[in-house]
């Protein structure tokens, strides 16, 4: 594997690199040595992910009592599933930069603080669109803890063998939380119980934090890029807006509207990085292959896999008459074996490169969501594991080599805003999945099962596009 990051911006020698307290100092010159504590960072920013995670998942089994309980229609449906990634979607790179330059704890921490609150309204609301407002407020703050927490790692463990490790774990948390979501939503008695649980949970990390992190930044300082995060924010929104309502109609004139209101704040956005000094990110990096591969591999993991299976369990348990614990304990065989494999991929690294992992991950995917053909209309869940088995070893390889390459793409000082680029493309692909999932299943002839089938086929496709994606992104020579 090539150097784990190019630090084009620091000019630190290898013993200054090992060093973590020189390294505090020189991401925030005028400060004293400050005691870091690798085991403990790792230890919270895993734990506050997971819950990230798991809040993100909650509905997966638990969105036909949701829907029943705030009497949402079919068609808004979706909103309750998409409302935490589009938060995350149109926050993820403002919250990366803010780290970066103003504090990777602070953000973090204030990050965590807002999940658990905004998780405690979510189990108060009594309307789809307070649900809603609630779930996206979960993803903004999810975005603040998600960005900075690979900038506190890329700190903490500042040696390329740390660092694999650190990452790996950290990746295999957010399958954990993605495995333990759904099984503890379908364990306890009611949705909004499930909330009041994971709120109280994300306090307490949160208070953990503010006593075991160590403050770190960019040496470059600056004010925030104010005219960049307003222009990117609502550009994210806009998008993920437009593909959610689009599945009712992709020739109406909201949806045209808002399609064209992205593109005009994408280009505000660009014009706005171009003239600041502290832009939030450099567009020089879109000229970087690793930058590119690591984007096309958060964009294509959001829309192949997440999409897909943010939807599959309600589908699976709408159609083959389970319970939401049988869909968790289903859905954990895929899940629990993303998280183990994410675990130990970190032992791959000396033979398979972080971009061969995230090619192998995709195509497991797709060969794994090929073999769940036909099990609707067979009628048996039985059909389903086979393909969750490969599908699930997939996801873990992307799940591990996703973190590791974001800050791989990056020079060292910019890792939280690498980390932000890569999960929003990451999240805004996972609104276009699930839209765009729901959208194949309704307006699929022949019934849900001929529906799931052509879903399955597409993410079968999507995750292929993705693999030949990230590999045609490479250095040259």
Excluded: K
Excluded at 182 to 188: D, F, K, M, N, Q
Excluded at 314 to 340: C, H, I, K, N
Excluded at 402 to 424: D, F, I, K, W, Y
């Amino acid at each position: 594997m090539s150097g784990f990051i190019e630090r084009t911006d620091t000019g630190a020698s290898d013993t200054a690199a090992a060093d973590p307290q020189r390294t505090a100092q020189a991401a925030d010159p005028g400060a004293g040595p400050t005691p870091v504590h690798p085991a403990a960072t790792l230890a919270v920013t895993s734990g506050a992910t997971a819950l990230a995670l798991m809040a993100y998942t909650a509905p997966a089994v638990t969105l036909v009592d949701t829907a029943a309980s705030l009497h949402t229609s079919p068609s808004a449906q979706a909103w309750l599933i998409n409302g935490t990634p589009l938060g995350l979607a149109a926050a993820l790179l403002v919250a990366g930069s803010l780290a970066d330059d103003h504090g990777r704890r602070r953000i973090f921490v204030a990050g965590t603080l807002a999940l658990g609150l905004t998780t405690l309204l979510g189990a108060f609301a009594t309307t789809t669109w307070q649900f809603t407002l609630a779930r996206f407020a979960q993803g903004a703050a999810s975005a603040a803890l998600l960005a900075s927490s690979l900038g506190l790692l890329a700190h903490a463990f500042p040696s390329p063998r740390g660092r694999l490790r650190a990452t790996g774990v950290w990746g295999a948390c957010i399958s954990a939380g993605i495995a333990v979501g759904p099984v503890l939503s379908g364990a306890l008695p009611g949705w909004r119980l499930v909330y009041g649980v994971l709120g109280v949970a994300t306090l307490l990390v949160a208070a953990v934090g503010t006593r075991t992190l160590t403050e770190s930044r960019s040496p470059r300082g600056g004010r925030p890029d104010l005219l960049g995060a307003a222009t990117f924010g609502a550009a994210q929104v806009a998008l993920v807006a437009a593909l959610t309502l689009g599945r009712d109609g992709w020739l109406r004139p909201s949806v045209g509207l808002l399609f064209l209101a992205t593109v005009v704040l994408l280009a505000l956005f660009a014009a706005a990085e171009r003239r600041t000094a502290t832009p939030m990110i450099d567009l020089s990096l879109l000229r970087s292959p690793r930058f590119l591969a690591s984007s096309a591999g958060g964009l294509f993991t959001g829309l192949a896999v997440i999409g897909l299976f943010s939807f599959l369990p309600t589908l699976y348990q709408q159609t083959l008459g389970l319970s939401p614990m049988d869909v968790a304990w289903l859905f954990l065989l895929w899940s629990g074996l993303s998280f183990a494999v994410a675990l130990q991929a970190r032992r791959l690294a000396g033979r398979l490169p972080t971009r061969a992992q995230l090619v192998l991950g995709f195509a497991l995917h797709a060969v794994g969501v090929l073999a769940m053909l036909g099990a609707l209309d067979a009628g048996s869940w039985r059909r389903l594991l086979p393909g969750l088995i490969l599908a699930g070893v997939g996801s873990g390889l992307l799940n591990a080599a996703l973190p590791l390459l974001a800050v791989e793409s990056v020079p060292a000082a910019r890792a939280a805003m690498g980390s932000g680029a890569q999960q929003t493309l990451r999240y805004v692909g996972s609104c276009a999945g699930v839209a765009l999932t729901i959208a194949i299943v309704a307006g699929t002839g022949g019934g849900p099962a001929r529906g799931t089938d052509v879903a399955l086929a597409v993410s079968a496709g999507l995750a292929l596009v993705g693999a030949a994606g990230v590999w045609a992104f490479r250095e040259r020579g």
